[in-house]
C-alpha cells in the first residue's frame, strides 16, 4: 500500500480517481494532497444521504456529516484497516445521528403527501419520496439505522454487523423486522390497499 | 410450516443470506404462494423507495470546503491549489495573443502625424563686425594699487 501511495501521481493525473479506499487512506495518513479530497468526494453523497435519511433535516444531515468526515480525517493515522473505510465512516454518521438530541422533526405534513395524483407523474414520485420520509421519521432508529445501511447503503451483514457492533444473528431479525415495520407503516400513512411494491 | 413462519426468512432469503436447505424450502413455497411472493416483492421495493429519496437530495455546493476548512486541511497539508498542468501551455498562449494583441492595437490607434515636408528657409542677414570699443576699464587689483601709492 505504501508504495502505491507513492507510484501513484497525487498531483492531477488522473490516478487518484483510480486509487481504492486503502491506498487513499493510506494517502491520507501521510497527508498526501489531494487523497482527502478524492475521499469526500466518493463519500460526501452517502454520509449525507444516510444522516438526511436518519434525521430527516438536511441541514442537521450536513452538519453531521462533516462532523464525521473531520472525526475520520483526524483518526485516519490511526485507522487500522480491519474494517472497510466506509464501514467505519456509516458507523461514525450513524452513531452520531442516533446521538443527535437536537433533531428536527420533517416539515412535510401528512396531508400533503396524501395529495391524489396520477400514477407514474412527476408528483407522484414526489410523493412517494416524501410518504417515505415519513415512513422512516416514524421507525424506530436503531430499526432505521439497519434498514438504511443495508437498503439504501447496500452493506452486506457483516458489514452492519461491524458498523453497529451487533452480533449477526442480531443483524438478521432486526433488519427483517425493521423491514416489516417500514411495511406496516408505510400502509398505515398512504391508505390501504396501497402497498410497498 | 405456515406462512407466518416462512415471512420471518423472506427478508434474509431476499439478501442471498439464508442458509441452503432453508432457501430450497422457502423456494418450492414460494412456487405455490402468491402472499408469500408479494411479500417478498414488497420487500425487494424497500431499497428502490429509499433510493427515489437519495437521488432526490440536493447537497450544498460548499460541502467539501467546509469540511476541509474545520478539519484544519490547509494547516495538516500544507496544501495549496495547483495550477493544473495542462492549464499552464494555456494561460501562456493567452498572454502571448493578449500582448500581441496590444501592440496592434497601439500600432493603429496612436495619434496621426505627417512626415515633414522641406520649406527653404529665409535667408540668414549677414551680421557686419562691430566696431571695436572702448576698452572697458578694470579696477586696479591691490598690487597696482601699492605700486601707484
Request: net charge positive; charged share 25%.
Given at each position: ?197 | ?130 566696431a571695436p570699443s572702448a576698452p572697458i576699464p578694470v579696477a586696479p587689483d591691490r598690487e597696482s594699487r601699492r605700486s601707484q601709492r
Amino acid at each position: 500500500m505504501e508504495d502505491a501511495v507513492r507510484t501513484a501521481g497525487w498531483s492531477t493525473d488522473g490516478r487518484l480517481a483510480m486509487a481504492d479506499d486503502a491506498t487513499l487512506v493510506a494517502a491520507c495518513a501521510q497527508r498526501k494532497p489531494g487523497a482527502f479530497q478524492e475521499l469526500l468526494s466518493r463519500y460526501r453523497r452517502p454520509a449525507i444521504t444516510l444522516a438526511y435519511q436518519m434525521l430527516g433535516d438536511l441541514e442537521d444531515a450536513e452538519d453531521v456529516a462533516q462532523e464525521a468526515f473531520v472525526r475520520v480525517f483526524q483518526a485516519i493515522p490511526r485507522f487500522r484497516g480491519q474494517a472497510a473505510f466506509s464501514t467505519w465512516l456509516y458507523r461514525i454518521v450513524t452513531n452520531l445521528c442516533l446521538g443527535n438530541r437536537r433533531r428536527r422533526k420533517a416539515t412535510v405534513e401528512l396531508e400533503a403527501v396524501r395529495e391524489p395524483s396520477a400514477p407514474d407523474s412527476p408528483s407522484q414520485q414526489v410523493t412517494e419520496v416524501l410518504l417515505t420520509r415519513q415512513v422512516l421519521d416514524a421507525m424506530p432508529p436503531e430499526l432505521r439505522a439497519i434498514l438504511l445501511l443495508r437498503d439504501q447503503e447496500g452493506l452486506s451483514y457483516t458489514e452492519i454487523a461491524e458498523a453497529l457492533r451487533l452480533p449477526l444473528g442480531t443483524v438478521r431479525s432486526r433488519l427483517s423486522k425493521a423491514r416489516t415495520a417500514f411495511r406496516r407503516i408505510w400502509h398505515e400513512l398512504s391508505g390501504a390497499g396501497d402497498e410497498v411494491s | 410450516m405456515t406462512c407466518r413462519l416462512y415471512e420471518e426468512q423472506l427478508s434474509s432469503y431476499m439478501d442471498g443470506e439464508l442458509a441452503g436447505a432453508r432457501a430450497a424450502r422457502l423456494e418450492a413455497h414460494l412456487q405455490t404462494c402468491p402472499h408469500c411472493q408479494a411479500e417478498l416483492d414488497a420487500i425487494g421495493g424497500i431499497a428502490m423507495r429509499l433510493r427515489a429519496v437519495s437521488d432526490a437530495l440536493q447537497v450544498s455546493h460548499d460541502f467539501d470546503r467546509r469540511v476541509l476548512r474545520a478539519f484544519g486541511y490547509y494547516q495538516v497539508t500544507g496544501w495549496t491549489r495547483p495550477t493544473k498542468s495542462y492549464l499552464r501551455p494555456l494561460v501562456c498562449i493567452a498572454l502571448s495573443l493578449l500582448a500581441l494583441l496590444a501592440g496592434v492595437w497601439h500600432y493603429f490607434t496612436r495619434p496621426f502625424e505627417p512626415p515633414p515636408v522641406w520649406q527653404p528657409q529665409p535667408a540668414v542677414p549677414v551680421i557686419a563686425p562691430a566696431a571695436p570699443s572702448a576698452p572697458i576699464p578694470v579696477a586696479p587689483d591691490r598690487e597696482s594699487r601699492r605700486s601707484q601709492r
